[in-house]
């Protein structure tokens, strides 16, 4: 799935196209933040913990990679208030 939608990034054949590939890797770090803060060993973690902090941190460059331009076009069919 990851590699279609690079495929379609690279070469779009409507603007929101270039979309996908962010919204699959928006996906799989929803995954990630459920299975590490929904497991055992974080749930009673206070929020200050170093190790919270760690996680944060990875998962806050993760969506910093995935964010994509918005374009005009995009942006006037109302399709980027689902993004960010």
Known sequence: MSECAR????????PS?????????IR????QIGE???S???KDLPI????MAIHFRY???QLEECKVPQSD??????????LW
């Not at 495929?7 to 409507?14: P, R, S, V």
């Not at 196209?17 to 890797?25: G, N, R």
């Not at 799989?28 to 995954?31: A, F, I, K, S, V």
Request: aromatic share 6%.
């Open 7 to 14: 495929n379609l990034k690279a070469d779009a054949e409507f």
């Open 17 to 25: 196209d270039e979309m996908l590939l962010p919204m699959i890797t």
């Open 28 to 31: 799989h770090l929803r995954d």
């Open 36 to 38: 590490i803060f929904g």
């Open 40 to 42: 055992d060993a974080f």
């Open 48 to 51: 200050s913990d170093n190790r």
């Open 59 to 61: 998962l806050e460059a």
């Open 73 to 82: 076009e995009i942006c006037e069919r109302g399709m980027c208030t689902h």
